[in-house]
């Protein structure tokens, strides 16, 4: 083995959380002082803040005030909601008519979230366009086409103008303010015109798809720009459409649907914000975007497959580990939208969906076609085994260590250094060939004994320890065994959690521990709000994070569900304004 090459895959945490809580589980950026009332009257008291739109009742966090919106940035759509978008404007039939065509456009982001996207490629550009295109001529390939998307094209004459044909330009207004997300101007009118005229210049339906063409590769489509209106100290306030777009992209990973437009139309004010929010939860396209949070949050694309000893069946190992991380992702997304779960109901609840039968013999249940309870070795999302399971280790039945440490380190938003490749050993320390009488535990407690290494892995350790009983793809087991040897699992570990040392001896009581903890639900707050700014978080971030992480970790023992919290925050003036740099 290449000197050092191993321990990349096993020591580096690739998300990089705003840290707003110190080591002592205090706020990392504000004084601690007492909680400041939020102005009752709802009203913008000095004209430089947003707080005309607010509850009114909720009190700001401590060290924040009404007017700490965080920093507007230019988002841009990525690739599923690109799909999602499409399915919901022209519907589903077409993405999948054209799912070739679709999933040629790159899907690369730059951040932990697939929301966190850089600057455009000349690939991606160039497959937008392409898809545009393909989408437009989709749309527009025969009469009954056209009539589909309205019922007067199919007689519309050869020589109609966009401007003064009433169906073509109810046509432009209509599938304009679905593809744009908000209403169509004159100026937007004239310039469309001239769009239609390049395809009309042979026929009307080339007219129509050029149209669609140029709206479907309108930045107004592909980016939520902001305009809105600036109210005073570099504020802007969200449009109605703007709000409704946002909340669409953040619920939905999509564009609004027409109840929400027709909300927006009407002012969106904040009671029907928040019923829309209500209403857009219960809808599936919510799970199917809340879904997409949590397999970037967890890290699911890193799954492993069983080996060929375990399944030799190659169709069954993949149906496997699609079921160990479809499992994950069906827990949290019911434990949220369906069962108004809290933070510690992600770490604690038990129940589980599972319809394959190899991950059914794996928890020791029997498949359902409904929800079933795991046994009490097993909680919440920590010990599921498509989060714990790692790659199998050559001539050992046990789970890395430092991998599943990496990982909780990540999940609670503590990110280690990367180490120095030069003072790691030539041998993986998780293969008992470094020491063949030592569970894997000890062997990397003796590879890591030296200063420069001892001080991060003593936090691997403590988190990656009490996962020890499982083993490489999530099992239950007793010893880790080693060629002939049955070695005993040492699970106990000193845990640093809010700034105190807490002493677990199971995954369980590793999952009691983070749920009621601070920093947890904090992590969870900064996750879900990088995820939706589709960014990595600042200080101008801090009071956002600080006002969902209050809602996640309540107080007097009495935390907001997961639901309740996204409502309250996309109701909130943080969601509804922005400052300019």
Same mark, same amino acid.
């Given at each position: 083995?290449? +000197?050092?090459?191993?321990?990349?895959?096993?020591?580096?945490? *690739?998300?990089?959380?705003?840290?707003?809580?110190?080591?002592?589980?205090?706020?990392?950026?504000?004084?601690?002082?007492?909680?400041?009332?939020?102005?009752?009257?709802?009203?913008?008291?000095?004209?430089?803040?947003?707080?005309?739109?607010?509850?009114? #009742?909720?009190?700001?966090?401590?060290?924040?005030?009404?007017?700490?919106?965080?920093? @507007?940035?230019?988002?841009?759509?990525?690739?599923d @909601?690109?799909?999602?978008?499409?399915?919901?404007?022209? /519907?589903?039939?077409?993405?999948?008519?054209?799912?070739?065509?679709?999933?040629?456009?790159?899907?690369?982001?730059?951040?932990?979230?697939?929301?966190? =996207?850089g600057?455009?490629?000349?690939?991606?550009?160039?497959?937008?366009?392409?898809?545009?295109?393909?989408?437009?001529?989709?749309?527009?390939?025969?009469?009954?086409?056209?009539?589909?998307?309205?019922?007067?094209?199919?007689?519309?004459?050869?020589?109609?103008?966009?401007?003064?044909?009433?169906?073509?330009? #109810?046509?432009?207004?209509?599938?304009?303010? +679905?593809?744009?997300?908000?209403?169509?101007?004159?100026?937007?009118?004239?310039?469309?015109?001239?769009?239609?005229?390049?395809?009309?210049?042979?026929?009307?339906?080339?007219?129509?798809? !050029?149209?669609?063409?140029?709206?479907?590769i309108?930045?107004?489509?592909?980016?939520?720009?902001?305009?809105?209106?600036?109210?005073?100290?570099?504020?802007?306030? $969200?449009?109605?459409?703007?709000?409704?777009?946002?909340?669409?992209?953040?619920?939905?990973?999509?564009?609004?649907?027409?109840?929400?437009?027709?909300?927006?139309?009407?002012?969106?004010?904040?009671?029907?914000?928040? &019923?829309?929010?209500? +209403?857009?939860?219960?809808? *599936?396209?919510?799970?199917?975007? $809340? /879904?997409?949070?949590?397999f970037d949050?967890?890290?699911?694309?890193?799954?492993?497959?069983?080996?060929?000893?375990?399944?030799?069946?190659?169709? &069954?190992?993949?149906?496997?580990?699609?079921?160990?991380?479809?499992?994950?992702?069906?827990?949290?997304? &019911?434990?949220? $939208?369906?069962?108004?779960?809290?933070?510690?109901?992600?770490?604690?609840?038990?129940?589980?969906?599972?319809?394959?039968n190899?991950?059914?013999?794996?928890?020791?249940?029997?498949?359902?076609?409904?929800?079933?309870?795991?046994?009490?070795?097993?909680?919440?999302?920590? !010990?599921?085994?498509?989060?714990?399971?790692?790659?199998?280790?050559?001539?050992?039945?046990?789970?890395?260590?430092?991998?599943?440490?990496?990982?909780?380190?990540?999940?609670?938003?503590?990110?280690?250094? =990367?180490?120095?490749?030069?003072?790691?050993?030539?041998?993986?320390?998780?293969?008992p @060939?470094?020491?063949?009488?030592?569970?894997?535990?000890?062997?990397?407690?003796?590879?890591?004994?030296?200063?420069?290494?001892?001080?991060?892995?003593?936090?691997?350790?403590?988190?990656?320890?009490?996962?020890?009983?499982?083993?490489? =793809?999530?099992?239950?087991?007793?010893?880790? !065994?080693?060629?002939e040897?049955?070695?005993p699992?040492?699970?106990a570990?000193?845990?640093?959690?809010?700034?105190?040392?807490?002493?677990?001896?199971? *995954?369980?009581?590793?999952?009691?521990?983070?749920?009621?903890?601070?920093?947890?639900?904090?992590?969870?707050?900064?996750?879900?709000?990088?995820?939706?700014? @589709?960014?990595?978080?600042?200080?101008?971030?801090?009071?956002?994070?600080?006002?969902?992480?209050?809602?996640?970790?309540?107080?007097?023992?009495? *935390?907001t569900?997961?639901?309740?919290?996204?409502?309250?925050?996309?109701?909130?003036?943080?969601?509804?304004?922005?400052?300019?740099?």
């Amino acid at each position: 083995m290449v +000197r050092g090459s191993w321990w990349l895959a096993a020591c580096m945490v *690739p998300m990089g959380c705003y840290s707003g809580v110190d080591t002592a589980g205090h706020d990392a950026d504000a004084p601690m002082a007492e909680t400041e009332e939020a102005d009752d009257s709802g009203s913008d008291t000095d004209g430089t803040g947003p707080g005309d739109d607010t509850d009114g #009742d909720d009190p700001q966090p401590a060290g924040c005030t009404p007017g700490d919106v965080p920093l @507007g940035a230019l988002v841009r759509m990525n690739q599923d @909601g690109y799909v999602h978008a499409l399915s919901d404007i022209f /519907g589903p039939e077409l993405v999948e008519e054209l799912e070739v065509s679709l999933s040629a456009i790159p899907t690369t982001h730059i951040g932990h979230f697939s929301t966190e =996207l850089g600057p455009p490629s000349y690939a991606e550009v160039s497959a937008q366009v392409n898809a545009a295109f393909t989408v437009a001529t989709h749309l527009t390939q025969d009469e009954d086409a056209l009539a589909g998307l309205s019922s007067c094209l199919p007689n519309v004459s050869a020589d109609a103008d966009l401007q003064s044909e009433p169906c073509l330009s #109810d046509l432009t207004r209509d599938y304009g303010l +679905r593809i744009l997300r908000r209403p169509i101007t004159d100026e937007d009118l004239e310039r469309f015109a001239a769009d239609y005229e390049v395809g009309a210049a042979h026929n009307v339906a080339e007219g129509v798809a !050029t149209l669609l063409t140029a709206m479907l590769i309108d930045p107004d489509f592909l980016y939520d720009r902001i305009q809105g209106e600036e109210i005073g100290d570099g504020i802007i306030r $969200l449009s109605p459409h703007e709000t409704a777009a946002r909340l669409a992209r953040v619920l939905w990973n999509s564009a609004p649907d027409a109840e929400l437009l027709a909300a927006a139309e009407g002012g969106l004010d904040q009671a029907t914000l928040r &019923a829309e929010a209500e +209403r857009m939860l219960d809808d *599936p396209r919510a799970r199917v975007a $809340l /879904g997409g949070f949590f397999f970037d949050w967890l890290e699911l694309e890193s799954v492993p497959f069983a080996s060929l000893q375990t399944i030799p069946n190659p169709e &069954a190992r993949t149906a496997l580990r699609d079921a160990m991380g479809d499992s994950v992702l069906a827990f949290a997304t &019911a434990t949220i $939208l369906d069962t108004a779960g809290t933070y510690a109901d992600l770490l604690l609840d038990r129940t589980a969906y599972i319809d394959d039968n190899n991950l059914a013999v794996l928890y020791g249940v029997e498949v359902s076609a409904g929800p079933v309870q795991l046994p009490a070795d097993r909680a919440g999302l920590l !010990t599921r085994a498509g989060y714990v399971a790692t790659q199998e280790i050559p001539d050992t039945n046990a789970g890395h260590i430092i991998k599943r440490g990496a990982r909780l380190s990540a999940f609670i938003c503590r990110p280690l250094p =990367l180490p120095d490749a030069a003072a790691f050993p030539e041998d993986d320390p998780a293969e008992p @060939g470094s020491g063949p009488a030592l569970g894997i535990r000890e062997r990397f407690a003796n590879a890591t004994s030296e200063a420069t290494c001892a001080s991060c892995h003593v936090q691997l350790d403590g988190l990656g320890a009490p996962l020890g009983h499982y083993g490489d =793809l999530g099992q239950w087991i007793e010893t880790e !065994t080693v060629g002939e040897s049955e070695l005993p699992i040492d699970t106990a570990a000193e845990v640093l959690i809010d700034g105190q040392s807490v002493s677990v001896d199971s *995954p369980v009581a590793l999952s009691e521990a983070l749920a009621s903890s601070q920093e947890g639900p904090h992590c969870l707050a900064e996750s879900l709000a990088r995820n939706m700014l @589709g960014r990595e978080l600042g200080d101008d971030d801090a009071c956002m994070v600080k006002e969902l992480s209050t809602r996640l970790a309540g107080e007097d023992d009495a *935390p907001t569900s997961v639901r309740d919290a996204l409502i309250d925050f996309v109701v909130s003036d943080r969601f509804r304004h922005v400052r300019t740099p």
